[in-house]
């Protein structure tokens, strides 16, 4: 594994340290727009640095959560299904992030369990429409 992955993984992983703490406390206080701007700024990062190294897998589930909460930072409301969603989403990178540790290269895999419910919270939101509890009802989740 070379020094750049390596050291991706290592920052990434403190990140995602900074992010459950984090989310610990969004939960707790869902209105808090202090902590959802630093956990956006977080996963932001974490995107952007997959870009980088080519892991798409990795950018597309950050990409998809980073929309969503960009979405809350600029005044949507925070719903329970929301933030459930994107804790879901942290710990699929915290998983995938495992393997890449130990095999060097991304897993096999899709993510659309996690994407296309983001995605679609995320176009209701940018279009005004039905409330994501709705939009998470009507995908079964």
Known sequence: MDDLLNEFLTETGEHLEIVDQEL???EQDPNNQAILRNVFRLVHT??????FLGLPRLESLAHAAETVMGHLRDGTPVTPEAVTLILKTIDRIKAI???LGRAGSEPDGHDEDLIMPLDEMSAQYAGGGMSGAASLAETGL
């Not at 974490?46 to 870009?51: L, R, V």
């Open 24 to 26: 610990v406390r969004f």
């Open 46 to 51: 974490i995107k952007g640095t997959c870009g």
């Open 97 to 99: 992030l495992a393997v």
